[in-house]
Nanobody, 120 residues
Framework: VQLQASGGGSVQAGGSLRLSCAVS???????????MGWYRQAPGKERELVAS???????NYADSVKGRFTISRDNAKKTVYLQMNRLTPEDTAVYYC????????????WGQGTLVTVSS
């Protein structure tokens, strides 16, 4: 299984970005039966969970992004998205997508990370 994240970039405070994470080398049923998530790591800080979505489509968000970020998934495309609105400089970080697939037990898979920079 491979995860390919994209969509990062530089934006001014108040702007928006949409991240995508495409999963390859996994069949559709494997992706459907997965928990997908987005994490981020800011300089000098630990990696933290931003948002996740279980197979049923129920999302979970960090308090810091509730009401601003939206996670979604397109099972047919084996892709998970993170729509980020009203970005602030505190959202600056490398964002990583994460996948946990029931077919592969407890192994977690990570994308390569995409940098989001928000300027004030």
């Amino acid at each position: 299984v491979q995860l390919q994240a994209s969509g990062g970039g530089s934006v001014q405070a108040g702007g928006s970005l949409r991240l995508s994470c495409a999963v390859s080398r996994a069949i559709l049923s494997t992706f459907r039966d997965s928990t997908m998530g987005w994490y981020r790591q800011a300089p000098g800080k630990e990696r933290e969970l931003v948002a996740s979505m279980i197979r049923s489509g129920i999302p979970n968000y960090a308090d810091s992004v509730k009401g601003r970020f939206t996670i979604s998934r397109d099972n047919a495309k084996k892709t998970v998205y993170l729509q980020m609105n009203r970005l602030t400089p505190e959202d600056t970080a490398v964002y990583y997508c994460n996948g946990r697939f029931s077919a592969y037990g407890t192994t977690e898979y990570w994308g390569q990370g995409t940098l989001v920079t928000v300027s004030s």
